[in-house]
């Protein structure tokens, strides 16, 4: 029986986390002494790892500075979330297509730039952690778009890269895609344009839930 696998990528993907990552930024930057990041830089940068988005966003700061603002950006989004301010909220459909794609013998993963602990509560917050049989995230491999993440979710489903698609919204899902030689569909509600995603090798670009099914279907 021909596995199939689909591994969704998880901020500006499967939930809406923008304005949660933009605060926990400024309070980073804030606390470091750095200038206060743009949000349309921010939002660019989401999914990779910390370290590395930290230093696109601050590339003339200090190593000693840089990874001050790694410490600080992570108690902050935990300050967040212990208070319950976190939002992160399921973009329209997500729930149904997981349930869709389940039904119609797909298996799940997730590969992204959160943390365990991060990626953990996320889902735990909507009751869908255990629909994935993988959970793949920049606290055991190298930052995007390095194939490492993809190819421990290959592994964990036992399936192979030709029936295997990654689903991202930013050109880091796309690269690692291509890197794993495996599918990449694009979405369009996260925070890379359709114009990138086809650049960097999607074969579609979704434009809602419903439609990523149709897709995938």
Not at 135 to 149: C, G
Request: aromatic share 4%; glycine share 8%.
């Amino acid at each position: 029986m021909t596995v199939r696998l689909a591994v969704f990528d998880c901020d500006g993907t499967l939930v809406d986390g923008q304005a949660s990552i933009c605060e926990a930024m400024d309070i980073a930057f804030a606390q470091t002494g750095l200038p206060a990041p743009d949000h349309h830089d921010v939002r660019r940068i989401v999914g990779l790892s910390l370290p590395q988005a930290i230093r696109l966003l601050a590339p003339d700061a200090e190593h000693a500075l840089q990874v001050a603002a790694v410490d600080a950006y992570k108690q902050a989004y935990r300050t967040s979330r212990m208070e319950g301010r976190l939002e992160e909220p399921l973009f329209e459909g997500i729930a149904q297509l997981i349930d869709l794609l389940q039904s119609t013998g797909w298996l799940l993963a997730v590969a992204t730039g959160k943390s365990d602990r991060g990626l953990i509560s996320c889902l735990d917050s909507h009751g869908i952690k255990d629909r994935f049989i993988s959970l793949q995230t920049a606290d055991r491999h190298p930052s995007k778009p390095h194939p490492a993440m993809l190819q421990a979710a290959l592994g964990d489903a036992l399936a192979q890269p030709e029936n295997t698609v990654m689903i991202g919204d930013t050109t880091f899902d796309m690269d690692m895609a291509q890197a794993a030689n495996v599918r990449a569909i694009g979405v369009d509600w996260g925070y890379h344009t359709t114009a990138e995603l086809n650049g960097a090798g999607a074969s579609a670009v979704a434009t809602s839930a419903q439609h990523l099914g149709e897709l995938l279907s």
